[in-house]
């Protein structure tokens, strides 16, 4: 029998969430996000409305936005290249085209950026699989995809071997930036009658982790990633308590989903227009 089953990745979610609980949890980017009642982050609140006279501070407002998005753009694409080894504060503000200096009115090192990186990478990857999938009539098929894409793409991160010793930072990426599309799509789960209301709560409060528990796995005995996938898949379906006989079905499913196409990001190619803050 194989050692690599449901208990497994979940003694080894265990262990992480205990760890996360005893520790504070490193900012992955800036600005605080809402969360609903599952401690899931659905979204941004929203900027107050500028008094009269205050529209010109938000010209530079937006400059340092998009010096900040530089910055996390020009990281990604050092780690595309050369791996973590090649993030350096010079490599990536020589990248993005802006002063030394100015990294640090952003990041407070070369984690930081490359946390906010990560982050960024996983928001863009769950935004596209939503739109790929925006036609699909089973919406539990949809889930099942996305966290099966999720993982292999995770497995093939560059920078997954840093994510693990660091969980937490990684928690709270899948967090932040997976967290509310597999929010929607649970909830479309429920409006199709796939699985009852309370699905969203009891689901999606340990998803993050028993995917870093079922990567550290990975880590450890790479060939049993297909493996891994399907009892991840299947240990999340069982929280969600689908039927067992269409858990059986949609895992029957897991060779129809899309490869991992691994790109750039979209603002990579070229630098800031200036060296401003």
Same mark, same amino acid.
């Given at each position: ?31 605080? =996000?809402? @969360?609903? /009642? ?7 609140? *929203? $900027? ?5 006279? #205050? %529209?010109?501070?938000?010209?530079? =407002?937006? @400059?340092? /936005? ?7 753009? *020009? $990281? ?5 290249? #050369? %791996? ?194």
């Amino acid at each position: 029998m194989s050692k690599i089953d449901d208990t497994s990745v979940i003694d080894v979610m265990s262990i992480l969430r205990r760890s996360s609980e005893s520790s504070s949890l490193p900012a992955v980017s800036g600005g605080a =996000s809402p @969360r609903n /009642r599952v401690g899931i982050t659905v979204g941004s609140a *929203a $900027a107050p409305t500028p008094r009269p006279g #205050e %529209g010109d501070f938000d010209r530079p =407002s937006r @400059r340092s /936005r998009k010096t900040r998005a530089a910055l996390i753009d *020009a $990281a990604r694409a050092l780690l595309e290249d #050369e %791996g973590v080894a090649g993030l350096t504060v010079r490599a990536v503000t020589d990248r993005a085209d802006v002063a030394h200096g100015t990294f640090y009115h952003h990041f407070a090192s070369t984690e930081a950026v490359l946390a906010a990186g990560i982050e960024e990478s996983m928001r863009e990857f769950s935004a596209e699989m939503e739109v790929g999938f925006a036609q699909a009539d089973d919406k539990s098929w949809v889930l099942v995809a996305s966290l099966a894409r999720t993982f292999r793409m995770l497995c093939a991160h560059p920078a997954l071997p840093w994510m693990l010793e660091r969980p937490q930072v990684l928690a709270q990426a899948l967090r932040r930036a997976c967290g509310p599309f597999a929010v929607r799509d649970v909830q479309a789960m429920i409006a199709a009658g796939d699985v009852a209301p309370s699905a969203l709560e009891n689901g999606m409060s340990f998803l993050e982790w028993a995917l870093v528990g079922a990567l550290v796995e990975v880590a450890q005995s790479p060939k049993q990633a297909p493996e891994l996938e399907r009892r991840l898949v299947a240990l999340a379906l069982r929280v969600l308590a689908l039927p067992e006989r269409r858990i059986t079905s949609l895992l029957g499913r897991l060779g129809e989903v899309p490869a991992i196409r691994r790109t750039r990001p979209a603002h990579a190619q070229g630098g800031s227009n200036g060296r401003g803050a």
